[in-house]
């Protein structure tokens, strides 16, 4: 499982955190300040935590994704996902 956290906002004990808990699953975790740092190998992640617009359109393997804020109406609309089973 392949994880990526896009947020420039967390500090280093919550990064010490979920990499402990990845670790704990062996799950891959892969952290990014915004999504333009994102390299296309990393577009076949299964669950991301924050905001990525360029995956959540293209990658069939997304499963999950959470984003750090209320209001996500807007990305809820048919076809914006490119896994179709994807839940935000």
């Not at 914006?80 to 994807?86: G, Q």
Request: hydrophobic letters at 40%; aromatic letters at 12%; a negative charge.
């Amino acid at each position: 499982m392949k994880i990526l956290v896009v947020n420039n906002l967390l500090e280093q004990n919550h990064i010490d955190l979920i990499k402990s808990q990845a670790d704990s699953l062996g799950a891959e975790v892969h952290f990014y300040n915004s999504d333009s740092e994102i390299p296309q190998s990393d577009y076949d992640t299964d669950i991301i935590y924050g905001f990525a617009p360029s995956i959540v359109n293209t990658s069939k393997n997304l499963k999950w994704l959470c984003v750090p804020w209320a209001g996500v109406d807007s990305i809820l609309k048919p076809g914006y996902f490119a896994n179709e089973f994807c839940r935000a």
